[in-house]
């Protein structure tokens, strides 16, 4: 079966962030099982056959373990803050035209969702912004579509027909996730320096694009290569939510079909309501 990353022009790259020590759950959270399996192994499948690198960056011998066997390349360190697993896993990703960043805990995200995330990325930096002969950015009206392309794209190469139809493998009423496709938010706007000088038009992709849900950001989120060195150089125990932050007017969010994918377990009562749901909806409560 061929790679769905082989058919991409952007090189993409994915960092499964599994290096939390689990301090409000009170132990490894990430090898906690939902449905049988560790969270952390219900992410990584998630990200299968999406991207042309991937690494899990985790302090914990035994999720390394899982990740091996489960095909991901996997980063085992004992550095203590959020910052230092994003440089690790930054030191991954050479060649890559996009970083995509993965939490661990996040057991339900779809791999469909993941997808639309690159193909509103590929469309981005396909028809999003051109050079003119004087050197400025410039609007493509032509490329602002990005995601009901991406929608169609994916759909066409087989990696998430059902997300392109509005099924939610989430929530186990299917016919509640009307109106729940894929929906760019914002695309319009020219491009513009920001504060630190960043051109965002001298990199393919212009923009960070991350999910979603009823218009509250989360992860997981994607960057561009203009954004490499900031995430490589982050201060002190902050992550990619700060260069997010940063460039702001860059950002733009893909709406995932229900809440519970962007669901993350900090707790044993966030594991407790998250077993609830999976066993009330049954097969239909986890990604596929």
């Not at 952007?10 to 906690?32: D, E, P, Q, T």
């Not at 990740?67 to 690790?88: K, S, Y």
Request: charged residues 25%; negative net charge.
């Amino acid at each position: 079966m061929p790679h769905a990353a082989d058919n991409r022009t952007l090189k993409h790259g994915c960092i499964v962030m599994a290096s939390g020590v689990g301090a409000r759950f009170g132990g490894n959270k990430l090898m906690a099982e939902l449905c049988g399996a560790p969270l952390v192994g219900h992410v990584v499948r998630a990200t299968d056959d999406l991207f042309i690198r991937r690494v899990v960056v985790t302090r914990h011998a035994d999720v390394a373990s899982l990740c091996e066997t489960l095909g991901a390349q996997v980063i085992l360190h004992d550095e203590p803050c959020r910052n230092d697993t994003v440089r690790l896993g930054m030191k991954a990703m050479d060649g890559c035209d996009t970083v995509t960043f993965v939490q661990g805990d996040q057991p339900l995200i779809r791999p469909a969702s993941i997808a639309a995330l690159l193909r509103a990325a590929e469309r981005d930096a396909a028809g999003a912004v051109r050079r003119d002969a004087a050197g400025r950015g410039v609007a493509d009206v032509a490329g602002c579509d990005a995601v009901g392309a991406a929608l169609a794209d994916t759909a066409e190469g087989g990696v998430a027909e059902d997300y392109a139809m509005g099924l939610d493998a989430v929530e186990c009423d299917v016919d509640a996730a009307a109106g729940c496709d894929a929906a760019e938010s914002d695309v319009s706007g020219a491009v513009k320096h920001d504060a630190a000088g960043c051109n965002a038009a001298e990199s393919s992709v212009a923009r960070i694009w991350r999910t979603s849900f009823d218009g509250v950001p989360g992860a997981p989120v994607l960057f561009p290569s203009w954004a490499f060195d900031e995430l490589r150089s982050l201060p002190r125990g902050k992550g990619g939510g700060f260069v997010a932050k940063a460039h702001a007017e860059y950002v733009r969010t893909i709406e995932v079909s229900s809440e519970w994918e962007l669901f993350d377990v900090d707790t044993r009562d966030d594991l407790e309501q998250l077993q609830t749901h999976v066993a009330r909806c049954g097969s239909a409560g986890l990604p596929r």
